[in-house]
């Protein structure tokens, strides 16, 4: 009796606590906005980084690469960076605060001299997307954080986890942010404003509006001046996130023409000690 008793009791008690286990298996999958919400936090706990990204942006109607390596300290900002392909050698400095905000470019040609230029300008930006400024996790942070905000009421329409994935040897989460209904509109130019201000502050792409727009440079706009901008960054976006820190370490970019950018970070290092002297001209492993 006292055995059958003991049986029943746990027969009853596995009855009672496989739903509880199933469920915490089930609840331990995570959505996209759920990953998205450990990015955000994994992004706000860097302080330095250092890596080599391989990156692709549409120019032109052309896909252009370009491989470089990168030391970023978050606060103050500062970035030093080195082509290695293509244009081998060229160096650039950028330290908040320092020579009146300019960027040192060591060019690694004729004339062989250290150049101060502004990180806006259309010589530092010509060929690229972006500029010293979006170095980093935090620019595609503020992009990802608008389209929840935007997205609030139905989130997991938007930010959709596509599984598991390995990206040079980390394990990752692979996340689409999905925005079905990218296009464009008009915008009426305010005073004060050009396009990188549009861009910034509604967490698009200034590179695309200029483009799209058949304009110079970012500020060949006037007042009152009425441009098309798109109403997201991009169509689609794919995010691997990397596991352990939780950090997009591959971004692949397409707009309603096709790929638009795809920025591949390699050998990456998550908060590395890096000496006060790697952000300096003088540093000896610099031609500054």
Not at 23 to 39: F, H, R, Y
Not at 83 to 90: D, R
Not at 195 to 216: G, H, P, Q, V, W
Not at 232 to 243: F, G, V
């Amino acid at each position: 009796m006292n055995r059958l008793n003991l049986i029943l009791r746990f027969t009853v008690f596995l009855l009672f606590i496989y739903p509880l286990c199933a469920t915490s298996w089930v609840s331990g999958q995570l959505t996209g906005p759920e990953i998205i919400e450990k990015m955000r936090a994994g992004i706000d706990k860097i302080e330095t980084l250092k890596f080599r990204m391989n990156k692709r942006e549409r120019v032109g109607g052309k896909i252009l690469t370009r491989e470089q390596m990168c030391k970023y300290n978050r606060k103050p900002h500062k970035v030093y960076t080195k082509i290695l392909a293509p244009s081998e050698g060229i160096e650039v400095l950028y330290v908040e605060g320092e020579n009146k905000n300019k960027a040192y470019v060591y060019p690694n040609g004729f004339p062989y001299l250290t150049l101060s230029l502004d990180p806006y300008g259309s010589n530092m930006r010509k060929d690229n997307h972006h500029t010293v400024h979006e170095v980093g996790f935090e620019y595609i942070n503020d992009i990802v954080s608008d389209i929840a905000k935007k997205k609030k009421d139905n989130p997991e329409k938007y930010l959709k986890y596509l599984g598991d994935t390995v990206v040079h040897g980390r394990k990752c989460f692979k996340v689409l942010i999905d925005y079905p209904d990218f296009d464009f509109y008009p915008y009426k130019v305010k005073p004060g404003e050009n396009i990188t201000d549009i861009a910034y502050r509604l967490f698009i792409s200034d590179f695309m509006i200029l483009e799209e727009n058949n304009l110079k440079d970012y500020k060949d706009v006037k007042p009152g001046q009425v441009i098309k901008i798109p109403n997201a960054y991009a169509r689609k976006t794919y995010l691997y996130i990397d596991q352990e820190y939780y950090l997009p370490v591959l971004q692949v970019m397409y707009d309603h023409k096709g790929l638009y950018a795809e920025y591949d970070f390699v050998d990456l290092e998550v908060n590395p000690k890096l000496a006060p002297e790697e952000f300096t001209k003088g540093y000896k492993e610099y031609n500054f």
